[in-house]
């Protein structure tokens, strides 16, 4: 990676970090190359003669063409890198994790075969857009385009949690990092180097070398005291670099989360032509010391493909299938890993989606349609923000519809064990259109087991040419319940000695693709 670039909605740069390249038309280049992108896609928007155009529609990976001059100077910069690769190994300074991070770095000069390969013709430019900001990365050399992404995302979570102590991405804003100029460039010197070596991502190591904003803070500042940079200064002999010195809480707690996401395609009868389930574990732990703790899941076997967090003991998982680990401070994401298909197949997804489009009638000036959303799961589980989006093509003017709640025979009777049927005010829903996108979208913030939401309409369309997407896109959430069966069955405290707080949830999250046809 050859540097970060921060930028605001329309590509303008707001702050950079220092450049592999030391031309300072390299990062000027990219910042243009993006706004003029931004700035044709929205002259097209307001013209008319793209109605799909938008500025989000950008790709996350641009090339971007650059000068002869540039070219002349990164030659140069080249040929003195493999000069110096030749003579020198891995710096002393640099952790294994950084190392894996950069490709350009070796671990040992026992290979010097190994060199970066440029890109030929330009460079390559991936940006993510988080609120009004958006975070870029321009590289010039071969990498894995996997490794920018995952740095530019840990930049973002790290700035939310020093600016906002929030994820909603609405609250980065260009006025929070200019606002906090001073520590966002401190936080982007910790994290990247000159070399575009990544050194320290570590939310909790990085609040020990740059305080987070706070009034007490700016008052220390002011009124010149020392004590935040002798304790800046003491708090880098942690033996453990994802977890603060000296931490201290008056309850001890720990909580898990194993969050799974079901991704596929789904037929028109129900029946799953794909389905992939990924899972996250979580966990936000508040524990006084150096705890380590001891994890067992239901079936570890079904987990496959991890990727761990580094603090957690590999040989223990590969061994004993048990997690050990001692946690990072706060909030933190364990570890990402899939759930191997076998376990889900013969699992009963959480919903049944019918539609019914029928042909166009000249009468009603336009397609009338039919969509269910029916709750299968037992009566112990509520659907919770479920959206059915629905792409109508071009043509359309509008829709005119009207939700309803039918309940399910068979189901009020396990509802009605409590003694009353539950509240139907919330399984309706609402259904709006978007006309710019042609997009209608139907949100029902809960799906009870006892009933099926009915959304019944016209969609509007001067022409017999209208066609609607073949296929319903679904999202849901369903808490406290887990489609492969995987949940934390112990938590288990050593090496401490005080009385812990503990637990564990889980947690579906489903987005579907269920065709109609």
Not at 62 to 67: G, H, K, W
Not at 352 to 362: D, G, K, L, R
Request: glycine share 6%; charged share 20%.
């Amino acid at each position: 990676m050859d540097g970060l670039i921060i930028a605001g909605r329309h590509g303008q740069p707001i702050m950079l970090s220092r450049f592999r390249q030391t031309n300072p038309l390299y990062s000027m280049v990219h910042t243009s190359f993006l706004s003029d992108l931004i700035a044709d896609m929205q002259m097209q928007a307001e013209a008319g003669t793209s109605k799909n155009a938008s500025v989000r529609d950008i790709p996350p990976v641009l090339s971007v063409p650059l000068p002869d001059s540039i070219f002349a100077e990164k030659e140069e910069e080249d040929e003195q890198d493999d000069d110096d690769e030749g003579e020198s190994v891995s710096p002393p300074d640099l952790p294994d994790e950084a190392l894996a991070w950069s490709e350009s770095v070796k671990k040992t000069a026992e290979d010097p075969t190994e060199t970066c390969i440029s890109i030929e013709g330009g460079s390559i430019l991936c940006h993510i857009m988080v609120g009004d900001v958006r975070f870029l990365c321009p590289v010039s050399h071969s990498i894995d385009p996997l490794i920018p992404f995952a740095f530019l995302h840990k930049v973002v979570a790290i700035l939310q949690e020093y600016l906002i102590g929030s994820t909603d991405p609405a609250l980065m804003t260009e006025d929070v990092i200019c606002e906090h100029f001073d520590i966002v460039y401190e936080l982007m010197e910790e994290m990247l180097d000159g070399a575009g070596h990544v050194l320290l991502t570590e939310v909790n190591a990085l609040k020990d070398i740059v305080l987070p904003p706070s009034w007490l803070d700016k008052l220390i500042h002011t009124v010149g005291l020392s004590s935040s940079a002798e304790h800046a200064r003491t708090s880098l002999a942690s033996p453990v670099p994802w977890r603060r010195p000296n931490s201290k809480y008056a309850k001890n707690e720990v909580y898990l989360d194993i969050v799974e996401t079901m991704d596929g395609i789904v037929n028109a009868s129900g029946a799953a032509l794909s389905l992939d389930v990924h899972g996250t574990l979580e966990c936000s732990a508040l524990l006084s010391g150096i705890p380590e703790l001891v994890v067992k899941l239901s079936h570890p076997t079904m987990v496959e493909y991890p990727a761990w967090h580094k603090c957690i003991q590999q040989r223990d998982w590969h061994e004993n299938r048990i997690l050990r680990f001692i946690p990072p401070d706060g909030d933190s994401r364990l570890g990402e890993f899939r759930i191997k298909s076998a376990a889900t197949a013969k699992s009963t997804l959480p919903l049944c989606i019918h539609a019914n489009v029928m042909p166009y009638e000249a009468a009603l000036g336009g397609l009338p349609f039919e969509i269910s959303a029916e709750h299968t799961l037992d009566h112990s589980y509520d659907l919770q923000d479920v959206c059915v989006e629905w792409l109508l093509g071009n043509g359309v003017q509008g829709i005119d519809a009207t939700t309803q709640v039918q309940t399910v025979a068979n189901k009020v009777s396990m509802s009605s064990d409590i003694g009353s049927i539950p509240s139907l005010s919330r399984s309706t829903g609402t259904m709006v259109f978007d006309r710019k996108r042609q997009l209608m979208r139907w949100t029902i913030p809960t799906l009870m087991p006892s009933t099926m939401s009915v959304l019944r309409g016209t969609i509007l369309s001067s022409t017999t040419h209208c066609r609607p997407m073949y296929a319903l896109q679904v999202q849901f959430m369903v808490q406290g319940y887990s489609f492969s069966g995987l949940r934390v069955t112990s938590v288990q405290l050593e090496k401490e000695a005080y009385t812990l707080s503990k637990g564990a949830r889980v947690r579906l999250m489903g987005d579907i693709e269920w065709r109609l046809i």
